[in-house]
């Protein structure tokens, strides 16, 4: 079974994730801002919901995941919004390069990062966030899951690899048992006029 059949399977059977609750959504729009006039992308999006908020705080947002079943249901629940879409894309296989250089101010990873190829993936994030855009990181952690559950959460190293790619500005949330970050890219060099 490929990996991407393993969430379809999920996604068939009607089940979902943690649900994005109103502590999270109030966390979003205190640390992020109005949204309007900025484009949003959601990696690992599932059937949606996540990227939906991000739409409702004005963000234009597209939402990507390889789960075919996750990708229709969110085009079914969420379809008669402008500015917000859902596209069937892999990351670990090539799918961010496929998208414009600069594009995105905001790039979201919600439960996503510990089931993708972490460096390859936060590489392409820089590569699509504008001058100045931020990365958004909501994770769990894999000291605080039981055993044999540590792989749905992130490891020391691993968050120390991701603080690591020399972002402008790191900060760090809890929402509840999980760790948001929040890392921006350095702005555009200021122009000198002559
Ligand atoms: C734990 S779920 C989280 C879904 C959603 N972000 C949420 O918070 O409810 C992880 C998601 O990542 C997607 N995913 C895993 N590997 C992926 C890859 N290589 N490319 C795109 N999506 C991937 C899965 O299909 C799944 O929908």
Redesign the pocket.
């Known amino acids: 079974m490929s990996?991407a059949d393993h969430?379809n399977d999920h996604y068939q059977q009607g089940k979902?994730?943690?649900p994005v609750t109103e502590t999270e959504v109030a966390l979003l729009a205190k640390r992020l801002g109005p949204g309007t006039g900025h484009r949003a992308l959601d990696l690992?999006?599932?059937t949606g919901?996540?990227t939906a908020a991000l739409h409702r705080l004005g963000f234009a947002t597209t939402g990507?995941?390889?789960?075919e079943v996750?990708v229709n249901t969110a085009q079914d629940r969420h379809h008669d919004r402008d500015g917000l879409d859902f596209r069937l894309?892999?990351?670990?296989r090539g799918?961010l390069t496929l998208l414009p250089a600069g594009e995105f101010d905001l790039i979201t990873c919600?439960?996503?990062l510990p089931?993708?190829d972490l460096v390859p993936t936060v590489a392409c994030t820089r590569r699509l966030l504008t001058p100045g855009g931020r990365l958004l990181v909501t994770t769990p952690l894999a000291e605080r899951q039981r055993a044999g559950r540590e792989s749905i959460g992130l490891r020391p190293a691993a968050l120390d690899l991701l603080r690591s790619f020399g972002w402008a500005t790191t900060a760090e949330y809890p929402l509840d048992s999980l760790l948001c970050l929040l890392l921006t890219t350095h702005p555009a060099p200021e122009r000198t006029s002559r």
């Open positions: 990996a969430w979902g994730f943690r690992g999006c599932g919901e996540y990507v995941d390889f789960s996750a894309l892999d990351t670990d799918g919600r439960l996503f089931f993708v």
